[in-house]
């Protein structure tokens, strides 16, 4: 099972996170900030009004800080969500492509489709792998299986862990030197 704290912890390396974060306080609707704004001066005791004057880069490195905490399962959702339909909306729509659904620059505008299977899913990464970061792949898999509901879940969470145990193994059934050498 996939959440967002998971997703930001195991596929995301510490530049990735930061840009999926920054892409929150970027992107996101003001009411969905205040929010996050409020539970960040809640956990770490600041005032509102401390975190709301912070850069975003300074805000975003105080929500990494709390990736661990199933408070911010929303907030960490909407970044996921903001990162992909504005930073990585390229990637998004070529695997929309390969899977024939219909969308407008990476973003789904209707609900008249049929999500991919597995099979579609893993056929896609195969072609794509080489012209997109397969960490970012994993990302994009994880995040549209716990954003998009069951039928994602199922066609898209099973090719992440494979891409992960795949990686895991060194591609060759081999155990990684390092954690960094999983991408």
């Known amino acids: 099972m996939w ?21 929150f306080w970027r992107y ?10 409020a539970q960040l001066a809640k956990a770490l005791h600041f005032r509102d009004e401390t975190i709301r004057k912070m850069s975003a880069e300074k805000k975003s490195e105080l929500l990494a800080s709390r990736i661990g905490a199933a408070e911010f399962e929303q907030t960490l959702e909407t970044a996921l969500m ?49 012209r997109f970061d397969l960490r970012n792949i994993a990302l994009y898999l994880a995040s549209a299986g716990l954003l998009m509901g069951e039928e994602w879940q199922k066609a898209t969470w099973p090719v992440v862990e494979e891409i992960l145990h795949h990686r895991e193994d060194g591609g060759d059934g081999e155990s990684p030197s390092s954690p960094s050498s999983l991408w």
Do not use: C
């Open 82 to 130: 903001q990162f992909h339909t504005h930073e990585a909306n390229e990637m998004m729509a070529a695997f929309l492509d390969r899977w024939g659904i219909p969308h407008v620059n990476g973003s789904i505008e209707t609900e008249d489709y049929t999500p991919p299977s597995a099979e579609v899913v893993r056929s896609a990464v195969d072609e794509l792998r080489e």
């Open 28 to 37: 996101a609707d003001a009411t969905t900030k205040a929010v996050a704004t």
């Open 3 to 23: 959440n967002s704290r998971r997703i930001l912890r195991e596929i995301a390396d510490a530049d990735l996170r930061q840009r999926i974060l920054r892409a």
